[in-house]
C-alpha cells in the first residue's frame, strides 16, 4: 500500500481539531454556532464547486434525480459534526474532544464493518477490534480526568 494514501487520512486527521477551533472562534465571532457552520459549509461549497467545474465532472440532472433520499444525507451529518465541533470543542478542549470523536467513529466504523453497510465490505468485529474500541473508551476516560 502506498505511503501517500496512508498519508491522505492522517492529514484528514490532523485538520479536524484545527477546523473544530477554527469554527468555534468563528461561532463566537458571529454569536452563533449555526452561522458560524454555515459560513464554514458555504466557503466549502464554493471551493468544491470550483474544484468540480475545473475537473468537468458536474452531474447530470437525470443523474441527481436518480439519487436516494439516504444519497443526501451526508451533508447533514457533515452539518451535525461541524455545528457540534464548533459549540462543543472549544468548552471541553481539543484533546477531549477529538478522543470522544475517535471513539464515535470507531463505534460506527465497526458497526458500518460488521453489517456492511453504506457500501463498505461486510468484515465482522473480531476479538481485537473490540479491545481496540475499549482501549480507545479508556483512553478518553483518563484524557476526560484530567
Known sequence: MPVWLLALPFFAGACLPLQAGINGQLARQLSSTFAAATVSFAVGLLALC??????????SLS???DLSWWHWS??????CFIAVAAYAGPRIGATLFM???IAGQLVM???LDHFGWAGFREAPVTLGKAAGVLLIGGGVWLISRN
Open 50 to 59: 470550483l474544484l468540480t467545474a475545473s475537473q468537468r465532472e458536474l452531474p
Open 63 to 65: 443523474a441527481l434525480k
Open 74 to 79: 451526508g451533508g447533514l451529518l457533515g452539518m
Open 99 to 101: 478522543a470522544i470523536v
Open 109 to 111: 466504523s465497526l458497526t
